[in-house]
């Protein structure tokens, strides 16, 4: 820790620090998932957790999504506070019924008499060339299920906040992490801040053009930011953070200032969060627009295993710059 109450850790440390605070505060919540225990997590997030809380609270699994997932939602209905950790966004579809057919269902068709207050996280995205079965951004399909809050976690700050306070829903909530991120560093405040699961966070200010993202692309997308500033460009930048329910009056006011909008998401382009944010800025600030809104998205194609390739298949800061240039015609 420096002079001025900041810490430098990892995302994958800003994790961890999360779940131990969530296990600390309530002895009604564990943690259960593929490898969790003995081995530390399949990207090291838990490693000493076990050592720490015990066998009771730090629950290694079978290979069975469906089954450890039904478990916590289970243990919910129960009165506990379960935490699950599904290894990566891919393995998910496994345990899909469990989670779309009980989890995100159970309180509308009891008349709001079931609550499931489970927390799953998930890894998600690109990341080590851990090829097309461990790799996708798949955060548009959970947002289109009712029923669920999907919050995703694009920064350091986020990483260390959103667990601790999705442990307070009454109901279902996903957690998208990312693997790509796990060995970025960042400086925190070491007293950890109550942070916001219901809003999108305006990350940088500007006039010239919003860019809206979410994910492993924030970072991305401040640094093409930056760089875009010594040009002469000031855009603003807005982390939508919360997938699912989403509450847009950020954007719209954004979207009055600046009068042009980027969406980049490295999820696959047709049907996704970016045509949802589209559509919704089409229907209610469509007047203020003074160019179209224009999307970058992730390749269409199964993520492939080549370093070269894997890159060419999310956006990368070169890409945001080159296309806010051309919307803004400075190209």
């Not at 009771?56 to 950790?85: H, K, Q, T, Y």
């Not at 079931?114 to 990341?127: E, F, K, S, W, Y």
Request: proline fraction near 5%; glycine fraction near 8%; include cysteine.
């Amino acid at each position: 820790m420096d002079d001025i109450g900041t810490i430098k850790i990892t995302y994958r440390e800003a994790i961890k620090q999360a779940i131990r605070e969530v296990l600390q505060k309530d002895e009604r919540s564990f943690l259960l998932g593929e490898d969790v225990g003995r081995y530390g997590g399949a990207f090291a997030v838990s490693k000493g957790l076990l050592q720490e809380f015990g066998p009771d609270r730090i629950m290694d699994v079978p290979l069975s999504e469906s089954g450890f997932v039904g478990a916590g939602i289970g243990a919910a209905l129960n009165g506990m506070r379960p935490i699950v950790e599904v290894m990566t966004v891919n393995f998910s579809l496994l345990a899909m019924d469990q989670i779309v057919n009980n989890a995100a269902t159970l309180c509308h068709m009891s008349g709001g008499q079931l609550n499931v207050p489970v927390v799953i996280r998930m890894g998600c995205g690109i990341g080590r060339q851990l090829a097309a079965q461990h790799s996708h951004s798949w955060e548009p399909l959970f947002a289109h299920i009712p029923g669920l809050k999907v919050l995703s976690a694009g920064t350091h700050e986020d990483a260390r906040g959103m667990l601790p306070a999705a442990m307070k829903e009454e109901d279902p909530v996903i957690i998208f992490e990312y693997t790509y991120m796990l060995n970025l560093e960042a400086d925190l405040p070491s007293n950890p801040e109550s942070v916001n699961t219901r809003l999108p966070k305006v990350r940088l200010e500007g006039t010239d053009i919003t860019v809206i993202t979410y994910g492993a692309a924030v970072y991305k997308v401040l640094d093409a930011a930056y760089d875009l500033a010594k040009a002469g460009i000031v855009a603003e930048v807005i982390d939508l953070r919360v997938l699912r329910p989403l509450e847009l009056d950020a954007v719209y006011t954004s979207v009055t200032k600046t009068h042009r909008v980027l969406i980049v998401e490295e999820a696959w382009r047709s049907i996704g969060i970016g045509a949802e944010i589209s559509a919704r800025i089409m229907e209610n600030c469509f007047y203020e627009l003074d160019a179209p809104v224009q999307r970058l998205c992730g390749v269409e194609v199964p993520i492939p295993y080549p370093k070269h390739l894997e890159d060419a298949a999310v956006p990368q800061k070169d890409d945001i710059i080159s296309l806010v240039k051309k919307i803004l015609r400075h190209d």
